[in-house]
């Protein structure tokens, strides 16, 4: 992809295309409020949506005090974050949070770089570099990209881990017996936000003879701020369908130009969600715009899609998924529904097909929390 730009002259670029987008998104009949039937699932018209498009945006999801203490718990996570990868301090010289997880909880990258695209990272799944517009100052600090383990260092990441309307709609497109896969808060600083090059999520069924357009499941965007097309996520619409996409020769035929004619944004306003097939070819530019954005990305699979499968991404290839390395990832899902419940009492609460019966012994309990929430995603389950 051609480099050297200016970080104006992409905003620019980035502008006209947007506006586009937009108009190109409108037409969907893709987007509104999240409504389940008097059985509990999705209604028809917006599954109908989502199996069409690839994606959904539900408007309005999370209340705004609930967005208040998410975007708290958030900030002071920001404030500690360590001044690189792997330092232990952070930049007022305080430890840096997190150091006591098994996994990384930040990364950091220059501003406005591209860090996997045209890489081998997450099986090369991001084959063709974004743009990466000049920043101007080579010794600016790095800033946080991503952030992992949501569920363990936001007290109010596990209660949204455990929101009702989210689980319901995981179990409508993925069966009462879903299971999850990762999550991680994707964050574009404005005018530093780096980019995530053009790719599909999925890397284990593709050649499977049971192919279908769900079967690498689908991920949840919360979006804590409002997200312009500038800054937010794009898909190409019923790519989700097609099978494994050649990128690069997409991109070739689209004259090298990361902007793709036929993709659209996902922007949202704050407390919408968007779910996304992990199959729709979707990315995101460099953000040279004023927009701050902090999505929490959190995915759920279909239990065929795992059982058997072996670890892809940043899992250990040489583990394969069994029931009881599923059950362990899917605790997460019991623990957080009863941290919500007894934060929201008043609330409805989920009841989780594989694990009913057993709320009591997977309470949100400080014992619990040690045992199933500490490092719980050393299991997560990635295909
Ligand atoms: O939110 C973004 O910018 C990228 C998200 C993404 O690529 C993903 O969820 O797979």
């Known amino acids: 992809m051609t480099q050297g730009m200016t970080a104006a002259a992409h905003a620019e670029a980035m502008a006209t295309y947007a506006q586009a987008g937009l108009k190109r998104a409108e037409a969907l009949g893709n987007r509104g409020p999240l409504r389940l039937g008097p059985d509990g699932r999705l209604v028809p018209e917006i599954?109908?949506?989502?199996?069409?498009?690839?994606?959904?945006?539900?408007?309005?999801?999370?209340?705004?005090?609930?967005?208040?203490?998410?975007?708290?718990?958030?900030?002071?996570?920001?404030?500690?974050?360590?001044?690189?990868?792997?330092?232990?301090?952070?930049?007022?010289?305080?430890?840096?949070?997190?150091?006591?997880?098994?996994?990384?909880?930040?990364?950091?990258?220059?501003?406005?770089?591209?860090?996997?695209?045209?890489?081998?990272?997450?099986?090369?799944?991001?084959?063709?570099?974004?743009?990466?517009?000049?920043?101007?100052?080579?010794?600016?600090?790095?800033?946080?990209?991503?952030?992992?383990?949501?569920?363990?260092?936001?007290?109010?990441?596990?209660?949204?881990y455990g929101h009702p309307q989210l689980l319901a709609v995981a179990a409508s497109i993925n069966g009462d017996d879903f299971v999850p896969y990762n999550d991680a808060i994707f964050i574009k600083q404005p005018g530093q936000g780096g980019a995530v090059s053009w790719h599909q999520d999925g890397v284990t069924h593709w050649d499977n003879p049971a192919w279908d357009p769900g079967i690498h499941g689908f991920n949840f965007q919360v979006q804590l701020y409002d997200t312009s097309a500038a800054s937010c996520l794009w898909v190409v619409p019923g790519s989700h369908r097609e099978g494994k996409i050649d990128i690069p020769a997409r991109l070739a035929a689209n004259g090298g130009e990361?902007?793709?004619?036929?993709?659209?944004?996902?922007?949202?306003?704050?407390?919408?969600?968007?779910?996304?097939?992990?199959?729709?070819?979707?990315?995101?530019?460099?953000?040279?715009?004023?927009?701050?954005?902090?999505?929490?990305?959190?995915?759920?699979?279909?239990?065929?899609?795992?059982?058997?499968?072996?670890?892809?991404?940043?899992?250990e290839g040489s583990v394969v998924y069994d029931e009881a390395r599923i059950e362990a990832r899917s605790k997460v899902i019991a623990v957080a529904i009863d941290a919500r419940a007894q934060h929201y009492p008043e609330a409805p609460r989920f009841s989780y097909a594989p694990l009913a019966g057993r709320e009591g012994e997977l309470a949100f309990t400080p014992e619990n929390w040690e045992r199933i929430i500490r490092d719980y995603n050393l299991n997560d389950l990635s295909i």
């Open 47 to 160: 599954l109908e949506a989502y199996e069409r498009t690839g994606f959904y945006v539900f408007e309005n999801v999370i209340d705004e005090a609930e967005l208040g203490v998410l975007r708290g718990e958030l900030d002071a996570l920001l404030e500690r974050a360590p001044v690189d990868n792997g330092a232990t301090v952070d930049r007022h010289g305080r430890p840096a949070y997190g150091q006591e997880f098994a996994r990384p909880v930040f990364s950091l990258i220059r501003p406005l770089v591209d860090p996997w695209g045209g890489t081998a990272a997450l099986g090369g799944r991001h084959p063709v570099k974004m743009r990466q517009p000049a920043f101007g100052d080579e010794a600016a600090p790095k800033v946080v990209f991503l952030m992992t383990g949501m569920c363990q260092t936001m007290a109010s990441g596990l209660r949204l």
């Open 258 to 315: 990361e902007q793709l004619p036929d993709a659209v944004p996902l922007a949202c306003r704050a407390g919408d969600v968007t779910i996304a097939n992990r199959q729709a070819l979707h990315g995101s530019f460099a953000n040279t715009s004023r927009d701050f954005r902090a999505s929490l990305t959190f995915g759920f699979h279909r239990r065929a899609s795992v059982l058997g499968a072996k670890g892809a991404l940043s899992e």
